[in-house]
């Protein structure tokens, strides 16, 4: 069994002792014919993540099997959730009585993602042909529970809180590619701060035509649609440090990454795709623009474009050129937001106007009565009767909705209603970004029980750069309710562990006036059913090792005080093998129904988090929920470690928290075949060292490196022991209790 204990001036002593019983083994080992060389003793380090969510990973790869060593162990573990209250999140990593902490870095914490970008406006028309895209650079303070205030920076040493941002500035280049084309911008960005990067596709790329068009019908229906939906076109980024301030956009050899800039300080970081946006044909200074058809004849028309306080809501009254009407009443209805102007017909010489307001009235509303006085001589189309006027009152800086009804009233008593809404605001919004620090949701809450949230904001963009966090005045939600949820006030996604499925693209969208975005995420399950991994699934019992049977709550001991006759008649019990054990599993998401369905087995396919060599280790998580059918055969002590009890057969469970039903099962054999010890190794340990660094086979994994020393630097420097027994079939036996990491091999 694994044993950890101290050493201090007697060291050289209990060495000896030890290494005594080494030989007795090797001695028996001898006798029975088998291999006399000591097996290789691995230290037990322990690893434990502090002060924040976290999973562990296990890899199935040659380099992982290289994990444990004689003076190295390593564990891989993922950042799931923000930094919980004011401690520091550390790594802790402990063998017998050391122990040593490393504090986990804000660049490991972020996970990689020193830059968030967000495409502001997804289709972009080439009346106004610049694609924009909003970066912001995260702190320590986008990691800790709650919102960052934006713009709010302390006073008392601001200057050199400045200087110090300023020397850690990014340059952060934007690239935009079509067909073998490329555009790119850069702007600076501090940290915890933001910037936007304009793009400007040439004039060819707005054009439906294509390199390898085709003058067939059904090409000819393809450039159609592809007309009507937009040019796709690709946007990526890098970033690169940039103390001058002087950020202009990486040249091609620096894009790959073999150049360096004169004072970039570095090539950056490798190019990371954000997304795609949408180019469309529009017709030059063409506005957009809101339209109401009312009686099948009459087509209200008014700018899309918010209202400013000083702006003036024009709206346009057509009739179809080939309508035989001869008079009709048009009644707008508005409230506090807006007030009526004027009305005025577009030609008096083909129609007569009455106006009529009711004043001192809330909702306040304008009639007008409109007579034909000439026939339309005009072509076909839409031609235009009356123009009304409102003004905007008492602008707020959010973006407010402003709704017109609208009544139709013609001759037998024929009516029509509708609807416009328009927005006022204070301020030049050009788009809305909504901010995630981490698009990947794991859904443990299907094995916990405990909801699973990350924290969003949602920021509106002016057109000089400036944001202004608008989450609470923003509505939101989510494409796929039965996969993600979003809270009431935009302010986290979540699961709660209803859910049944995954999927590698879910779509949030968000409104905020007239505003409208979306955002990308990914939710991740677990595969059932969980992998239940036993070192060995078989306990033998141990010839020749008894325990003391426990009495009460004491247990009696071997180095106790008691009389020889009185622990003989209390009485001992056998001792069975222990085994380690650990709960595995894959996290999984369906890719979409767009997706063909899996050749081998004909169901849905699936994307693997991290790829499908990862396992996620979640045996915390559902060390509550661990059930032993037979108790008196086995039992597991803290979730990782199985010990037998008596021989028969039994089975291990992981039943769901919020169900009942069964999420894995495994079956355990206590057997009455006994095995011998017969190899006890010493393994000293006088120091332990701890390094952090992010995995290079893994998207924002970290790889926590624990490494033992054995020399003696100073005089009665402490000394730990590791004692490991091997039986007789060549297995170690005997696991620690808490053991959080990787442990020995065997």
Known sequence: MMLNFLLRSLFPVVAVALLAKVAESQ???VDNRVSSTPSPVYPTINFQVLNVDHVFLRQESPESSRNSSLKAQTQTFLITGNVAGLLQPAV????????????????LLLGGRRILPVILVR?????SPVVKILFHMPTENDITVGQQRMGSEDENGGKNAGAKAKDRAHCVTA???????EVRGACLVLPGGFCVAQLRPEVAWFSSSSRSGSSSKEAGRTEGIKGLQGNPVEVYFQSR?????????QDSLQRVGVGRGRDSGGSGTPMRRIGSVNLLKTLPGNPTYFRLRLGGALVIQTSSKPLKATDIATFYVFLASTSTLETFTLRATVRAGLSFSAARPSDSALWDTAVETARGAAPSTVSVVCQRKAVFTAKRGLLEVLQLDFVPKDVSEQAESQTVSWRLELPGNVKDVGIIRIYTTQKDYVGLAPLVMNTDILNTAVLTGETVSVPLRTLAVEADGSVTDVTNYTSCRSTEQDV???SERCEYAYVNGKETKGRSRVMLNFTFGFLTA????????????????VADPELSQIKGWRVPVITGTRRSTWDSDEEEEMRKSRGCMLQYQHSSLRVLTPFIAQTGAEAPPDPLTGGEPVEYFLGPDWQVDVTNLVRSSLKVAHPEVARVQGGVVLQGRAVGTTTIQ???????????????????DKVSVTELGVQLVSGLSLSLQLSAGSNGAIVATATTREMITQLKQELAAVDVTHNSIGQAFGAPKGHAGPGPPG
């Open 27 to 29: 001695k028996v080992a």
């Open 92 to 107: 802790n990593s402990s063998c017998g009585p050391l122990s040593v902490d490393a504090p986990i870095p804000p660049d």
């Open 123 to 127: 289709k972009v028309r080439s009346s």
């Open 175 to 181: 690239y935009a590619f079509w067909e073998t084309r």
């Open 241 to 249: 440090r940039d103390r001058t301030g002087q950020c202009t956009p």
């Open 484 to 486: 993600l949820k979003v």
């Open 518 to 533: 979306q955002l990308e995420m990914s939710v991740w399950m677990p595969r059932l059913p969980l992998l239940i991994d």
């Open 654 to 672: 992981v039943l769901s928290p919020l169900t009942s039903s069964v999420l894995a099962e495994r079956s355990i054999r206590v057997v009455d």
